[in-house]
């Protein structure tokens, strides 16, 4: 069994800075890509950022230069660090991975979501 526990999302002001983290525990043998999606109210989820197992990392062009992701292999960790935050950045973001279990099977796995609001 894998689980994924994301934390780091809450209120802010436009023009604010959060931090989001998604630690994976369980079954794991190694981990492939690192993924960020957001989902807003009405709306499909959505691809933010990705960070594949050699540290080449891709965005979403509203994202690029205000959003950072990086991965800590040692501790099965996803980060996202969002700067400048709009308006148009809130949502419900949601982690995830592609994981190779002790049994050597790759599934994909997903975090329960963390809600970002960025509001005056």
């Known amino acids: 069994q894998v689980q994924l526990v994301e934390s780091g999302g809450g209120l802010v002001q436009p023009g604010g800075s959060l931090r989001l983290s998604c630690a994976a525990s369980?079954?794991?043998?190694?981990?492939?890509?690192m993924s960020w999606y957001r989902q807003a109210p009405g709306k499909q989820r959505d691809l933010v950022a990705m960070?594949?197992?050699?540290?080449?990392?891709d965005y979403v062009d509203s994202v690029k230069g205000r959003f950072t992701i990086s991965r800590d292999g040692a501790k099965n960790t996803v980060y996202l660090q969002m700067n400048s935050l709009k308006v148009e950045d809130t949502a419900v973001y949601y982690c995830?991975?592609?994981?190779?279990?002790?049994?050597?099977?790759?599934?994909?796995?997903w975090g329960e979501g963390t809600q970002v609001t960025v509001s005056s």
């Open positions: 995830n991975m592609n994981i190779r279990r002790y049994d050597q099977i790759w599934s994909t796995y």
């Open positions: 369980g079954s794991i043998f190694s981990i492939g890509a």
């Open positions: 960070v594949m197992n050699g540290d080449r990392t």
